[in-house]
Nanobody, 123 residues
Framework: QVHLIESGGGLVQTGGSLRLSCAAS????????MAWFRQVSGKEREFVSR????????HYADSVEGRFTIFRDNAKNTVYLQMNDLKSEDTAVYYC????????????????WGQGTQVTVSS
C-alpha cells in the first residue's frame, strides 16, 4: 500500500523559491522511481520531474529545466522538489507519485497520488 504526503507549498513572489517534500510510506522506496506532477484547475495533470531510484537519473519538463531540481533521501523515504526563479505559470497544485510502468511523462504511469500541495506565485 502506498501513502504519500506532500508539503512545502505556499505563496511566493515571482523569482522566489520553494522546496516541496513528499514523504512516502511505500515498500522498497529506495528502488522506486518517483515523480512530481502539477495541475491547474480545469487542466490535465502535467509532468514536472522524475527521479530514478538514486539521484543519478533525473528528467524535467522543458518549462522547469534549469529552475527546478528533484532529489531524494532514501534514508528518510522522502523526495524533494527545489523550485527556484518561480514564475506565475508555476502556480498549481503539486503532486508526487510512484512510477509503475510505461511512459514516465504521463500521469497514467504512476499511482499512489498524495493530496497535493498548493503553490501560488504572485507577480
Amino acid at each position: 500500500q502506498v501513502h504519500l504526503i506532500e508539503s512545502g507549498g505556499g505563496l511566493v513572489q515571482t523569482g522566489g523559491s520553494l522546496r516541496l517534500s513528499c514523504a512516502a510510506s511505500i515498500d522498497a522506496f529506495a528502488t522506486t522511481a518517483m515523480a512530481w506532477f502539477r495541475q491547474v484547475s480545469g487542466k490535465e495533470r502535467e509532468f514536472v520531474s522524475r527521479i530514478g531510484w538514486n539521484n543519478a537519473t533525473t528528467h524535467y519538463a522543458d518549462s522547469v529545466e534549469g529552475r527546478f531540481t528533484i532529489f531524494r533521501d532514501n534514508a528518510k523515504n522522502t523526495v524533494y522538489l527545489q523550485m527556484n526563479d518561480l514564475k506565475s505559470e508555476d502556480t498549481a497544485v503539486y503532486y508526487c507519485a510512484v512510477y509503475r510502468w510505461g511512459n514516465f511523462y504521463t500521469a497514467s504511469s504512476y499511482d499512489g497520488w498524495g493530496q497535493g500541495t498548493q503553490v501560488t506565485v504572485s507577480s
